[in-house]
């Protein structure tokens, strides 16, 4: 029996034959569970990598309610094998790892405490291999500040003759890089963005790469509690310098770090009447990123937003509203979340409160984002769903991540990690 048919914005609607080949959703208990103790928060990234070598491996990593950091590995077989990197790091989920998988197979995975004092790095010791890891390092390089470490998000780009870049938030609460051509040894870092010339702001940062040439950026006024009127800007690095989104060169990054004036604004919080914080950010098949984002007109009235830019201009559009925050409420701009596929993003994983209840659902836009059609990935659930994230890489064994439980606070979090197997995938 049909249980339901879902309306989506402007009108559209789920096709009867969409709607009888999607997969049923399940309650969030029955779903596959990878660990049943682990959290993330949604800026140290990538969380999650599909890679294709000897092995067909989703390598994924949290943090425990102990605070040890743990990352994973799901063969296409279905079995996971998984490693503690660092016991007792720190109970907060703003310190889960962000995994780098080399051009020699072998994982790079990054992590910091919640304005850490380092930021500790560690190689696997054979390619596609998590049962065995080199000792910890740190990078050793920072701006000057008292904040520490971070939110690590790190990238390589094959065009560069070896160089990693490694991004993350700097002691002095700026959006800050390094670059390594080892992994070893990292040059002196340099904030990307200033934001205000007069300082006084935090910007938060989302980054996505082509892989070859180019990073892409996004990024806040600051906190939405600190901010009333958070908008949402863009830019991207290449060939050392910063571009906006039609190609315009702002300044070589030796000139000095990123203002907000100087970069495009993909959405206007004081225009647009309601506080903006950032979800994700991907490329669609031109090239050309595609964000994804909440506005918050009260902490009880979530929306979630799409934007992209169509070759001419920033176009966006309300997906649908997303309910109320996910704690206790000691954050009440902690929407549910929501992550772009990076392989088509024209869909959206997100988190929407459901008869009280924070379900996954998966909502896909053939127009640009102008109508919608969706189904739920989860329903019925006796306890919450939260920040989806889908694996980066190819298309893999793994559709989607979240957490699922309770969520007190960042730091006091009863979530397990659990996911959506790919059609045809080993369970």
Known sequence: MIKAIVFVSAGAWLSLTAFLAAAPAAPGEKVEELTPDGAWCWFADPRAVYHEGRKKCTYVGWVNRAGDVRVAAIDAAGRTVAATLHEKFQRDDHANPAILVRPDGRLMVFCSAHGGRDMC????????????????RTIGVNTEGRSGYTYPSPFILSREPGPIYLFWRGADWKPTFATSEDGETWSPARTLIAGRASGGNRPYTKYCSNGVDTIHCIFTDGH????????VYYAALRGGALWRADGTKIKDVTAGPLVF??????YDGAAGGARAWIWDLALDASGRPVVAFSTIPDPADHRYHYARWDGKAWVGREITPAGKYIDGPQEPQYSGGMSLDPN???????????????EIQKWTTSDGGATWTSRPVTEGSAKGNFRPYVPRGPRGNVEAFWMHGDYPSYTTYQTAIRY?????AAR
Request: glycine share 6%; proline share 12%; charged share 30%.
């Open 344 to 358: 088509a993003p024209a869909t959206v994983y997100l988190s929407r409160e459901i008869a009280g209840v924070h």
């Open 261 to 266: 004036d100087e970069a495009d604004k993909v």
């Open 420 to 424: 959506l197997p790919a059609a045809g």
């Open 121 to 136: 790095c560690r190689v696997s010791e054979r390619p596609e291999d998590v049962s065995a890891w080199g000792p910890e």
């Open 224 to 231: 939405p509690r600190n901010e009333p009127a958070n908008s």
